[in-house]
């Protein structure tokens, strides 16, 4: 009978070594970078941390529980992805005002709904963790990622100097948000009611994660990431 648990976990450590390769290397090209590629590698770079302390949690701290970083992560994810779409979709100035009003109200609400959780003295306990922002968080990139699809195929001739390493991320973003949503969704239900069965699901939201980390990089090596 497949052990889902240790094969999950080795997933994940292979996923580590891959988002440290994909920071790194983002690290390394981040002057050469266009705007958007520097968010996403800013992006990158959290995750990388966020991952790293929930490891130390895991192996190290381990009376302690890492749950609570889900809600730090989530209006940073927000927020960076964000401005990765903002400086890659064709928008004009009255849409570039509204983008940025609706990242800064969604930002805000996110941060406090996730200040409320955390205050809350439950949120240690895996039966009463909630994490609805990550309904905004991947609603938003999903939409996002649409927009940007409708635009290349409305007016591919606007991107042909980028078209590679945006096709490779905005591929990623809506093949693993949209994924992830419902495997988020269904964690969050099980948690409360059966947290055992979590277990399958959090291995196919680490395949999902390995794909678009690898597509990260392949976004980052591709020279039309570039100034």
């Not at 800013?42 to 929930?54: M, Q, R, S, T």
Request: net charge positive; charged share 10%.
């Amino acid at each position: 009978m497949l052990n889902w648990g240790h094969i999950t976990e080795v997933l994940f450590l292979l996923e580590l070594l891959l988002l440290l390769t994909v920071a790194v290397k983002g690290i390394l090209v981040f002057g050469r970078l266009k705007q958007a590629y520097r968010y996403l590698t800013l992006y990158l770079i959290v995750v990388l941390v966020i991952e790293i302390l929930a490891k130390l949690f895991i192996y190290v701290w381990v009376t302690h529980d890492n749950l609570f970083l889900l809600h730090i992560y989530a209006p940073l994810e927000f927020l960076l992805l964000s401005m990765v779409y903002k400086n890659l979709l064709l928008l004009t100035p009255q849409q570039q005002k509204w983008i940025t009003r609706y990242t800064i109200g969604m930002f805000s609400f996110i941060v406090v709904y996730s200040c409320i959780m955390l205050l809350d003295t439950k949120w240690y306990q895996a039966e009463y963790f909630q994490l609805h922002s990550k309904l905004i968080v991947h609603g938003s990139l999903i939409a996002y990622a649409s927009l940007l699809f409708a635009q290349l195929l409305r007016q591919p001739e606007k991107f042909i100097h980028s078209y590679r390493a945006m096709m490779h991320f905005n591929s990623g973003v809506l093949l693993y948000f949209s994924g992830s949503v419902t495997i988020f969704l269904t964690i969050n239900y099980l948690l409360s009611s059966a947290p055992e069965q979590t277990m399958i699901f959090w291995f196919l939201n680490v395949i999902l994660t390995i794909i678009f980390h690898f597509l990260c990089l392949l976004t980052l090596w591709r020279k039309d990431s570039r100034k």
